[in-house]
Nanobody, 125 residues
Framework: QEKHIESGGGTVQSGGSLRLSCKAVGRPFSTYAVAWFRQAPGKGREFVAAISGLTTAETIYGDDVRGRFTIYKNNTENAAHLQMDNLKPEDTGIYYC?????????????????WGQGTHVSVSS
């Protein structure tokens, strides 16, 4: 049973923007830590960004996306979003949303218990 659903992937040109969404199913996202990971063709999974499930709402980013991507929650929508600006061809890959209850923001994939099916992002040069 899916606990959240990703959407928003697509194909854009270099320098363009996309907004990915991770929408909770049957539970409030406000108390969940949410992270995005990505996997490029032929490569391993890479941490992108995370936001805490605690009241601090701390955010952390991978070195390759810091300053270009922004992660945030919209509690009214019961969703978390990843705004991706100034996209580069090396941002191409499948993006996965992962969550854990009451956790802080973490870069470790093993810290997250629930994973989505992924949404594909393709950036052309």
């Amino acid at each position: 049973q899916e606990k959240h659903i990703e959407s928003g992937g697509g194909t854009v040109q270099s320098g363009g923007s996309l907004r990915l969404s991770c929408k909770a199913v049957g539970r409030p996202f406000s108390t969940y830590a949410v992270a995005w990971f990505r996997q490029a063709p032929g490569k391993g999974r890479e941490f992108v960004a995370a936001i805490s499930g605690l009241t601090t709402a701390e955010t952390i980013y991978g070195d390759d996306v810091r300053g270009r991507f922004t992660i945030y929650k919209n509690n009214t929508e019961n969703a978390a979003h990843l705004q991706m600006d100034n996209l580069k061809p090396e941002d191409t890959g499948i993006y996965y949303c992962a969550t854990r209850l009451f956790g802080g923001a973490s870069k470790r994939a093993d810290d997250y218990f629930d994973w989505g099916q992924g949404t594909h992002v393709s950036v052309s040069s």
